[in-house]
Structures are given as C-alpha cells and as structure tokens.
C-alpha cells in the first residue's frame, strides 16, 4: 500500500534530501518539522516508498492507460521479481526504523542515504550523481512518474523490470 503525501510532504522530503547531500545541518534542522508534522525520518521513509514503487511501476512498464487485466498481469510479474521483492523490504525496514526516530538528525540521514542508494541502484550514475538525481526529482515534484519513465527508457543501465536483464547494481558508495 503506497503511503499518500501531500505537495507540501514532497517539497519537504526533497528539501531534506537536498540538505543531506549538500551536507547541510542546519537546514536539516529547520526542516525537521513541528506539531502536526510527520517526523522527518517517518516522512523520508514515505517519501522512499513512494519513490521507489514509482520507479518499479515504470520499470515494469505499467500506465494509466493499460485495461485492468494487462495490469494485473504486470503487477504479477512484480511481485515475482527478486529485486521488487527487495524494494518491499527495503521500504519496510527504512519504516521500521523510522517509527522510534522521532526527529532525530541522524536516523533521517540514515534514512536519505538509504533512498537515494535505493534510487542509484536502478540507473548508471556516478559516484557524484546525488545532487543531480535530487535536483531532478525537485524539478518534476509530483510529476515523478516522468522522470522515472525517462530513466526506464533512456537510461541504458537500468536494473529492473522484464524489459531489462542486466546484471544488477555494483555495490558502491553513494552517497
């Protein structure tokens, strides 16, 4: 189940994540949030989710255009994929670890860096990528689902999906 997050969750999540790469403590203060907010390491976790199911979604080369049983049988074959099987758990863990963080810088850096691993592993960026793959997602907002159709099918080093039989993402790290 894909968490929702509203326009103002998603500008914050990227702000947060623009600060992590940049190395910027204080914004990260700033953007660690206030009554009424999720916690900025619970909202990371969303935000990770969100991101990654998106990406899976694209890969596997689902639209808002296909009838119900040609989507069916794509999520099916997302379900059987090893590597969409890791993203699941990849985004239960990051909110396993979320949930007792509260606001605490260190976890939602953990957390940042986690996604944004999470992301590079689907594309050939380089080692000095990050802010690039941030900024790009901070351009498109909402929009995500065009970014990621983009590196789907311009990208040659995409990992996933049945259209795509590369070797999988060489360990490295980033960011």
């Known amino acids: 189940m894909d968490i929702e997050l509203t326009d103002d969750e998603h500008l914050r999540a990227l702000a ?13 203060t700033v953007l660690a949030g206030s009554d009424g907010e999720r916690p900025l390491p619970v909202l990371l976790a969303a935000y990770g989710q969100h991101t990654l199911h998106r990406i899976l979604i694209a890969g596997f080369g689902i639209d808002a255009t296909m ?4 989507t069916g ?32 810088p260190a976890t939602a850096k953990l957390i940042a ?12 960026a380089d080692n000095q990528d990050a802010g690039r793959i941030v900024e790009r997602l901070a351009l498109l ?4 689902l065009v970014l990621l159709v983009e590196l789907v099918t311009v990208e ?3 990992r996933t999906g049945p259209r795509s ?3 999988g993402p060489r ?5």
Request: hydrophobic letters at 45%.
């Open 156 to 158: 040659p080093g995409l």
């Open 141 to 144: 907002g909402e929009g995500i």
């Open 73 to 104: 049988q794509l999520v099916g074959e997302i379900n059987s994929d090893p590597m969409a099987r890791i993203v699941f758990v990849l985004t239960d863990a990051l909110h396993n670890q979320a949930a007792p963080a509260d606001d605490d």
């Open 67 to 70: 009838d119900y049983d040609e």
């Open 113 to 124: 860096r986690s996604v944004l691993l999470a992301i590079h592993a689907f594309t050939d």
């Open 16 to 28: 947060a994540l623009e600060a992590i790469v940049g190395n910027n403590d204080d914004a990260l």
């Open 165 to 167: 039989r590369s070797p």
């Open 171 to 175: 360990h490295r790290a980033w960011p």
